[in-house]
């Protein structure tokens, strides 16, 4: 399928509803309930996507109609409340270059530092050797470690051979 066959549109766009979708000729007729769902979906921050385009044949007057299966977005491929509405009363968010690429709404985003996490400085106590959280920056010498010599193999402390 390509764009300009199917209305403009395409599986996995990006849309929102245009301003005067509740007064559009198509929706004038529609229950309340129907135009109580499109101004939720209109409230929203959540991306609003295309799942399906279809051709519909009204079974009162037989008029060919386009009509778009739009789902909401709650986070990257989890998509929910189907709804369908007809063509003229959407219009395609255009992302530029980042057309797979979409705005992370307001709603789902966590508050953060921009710095990182605070520091936390840790208490002492009396007994310094096992609460002493502050790691040294420098080389610490290990009491009993042994000579190190990067000439020898194994730096000189490998077993002597023994000669039979």
Known sequence: ME???TGGFVTGDLIKFKPNALTATTLKDKP???KFRIKDFMKSDLNLKVASVKRTIDAFSGEEAEEIDIV???????WADPMTVPIDAIEFVDTGANAFQHPVPKSLKRPNRLNGPEELKAKQTADKVKTDVNLPTGNTKIPGGKKWNDSKPG????????SF
Not at 72 to 78: D, F, I, M, N, S
Not at 155 to 162: I, V
């Open 72 to 78: 909401r977005e709650y986070a990257p491929g989890l």
């Open 155 to 162: 730096g000189g402390n490998l077993p002597k051979k023994n």
């Open 3 to 5: 764009r300009y066959t």
């Open 32 to 34: 309340e309930t129907f």
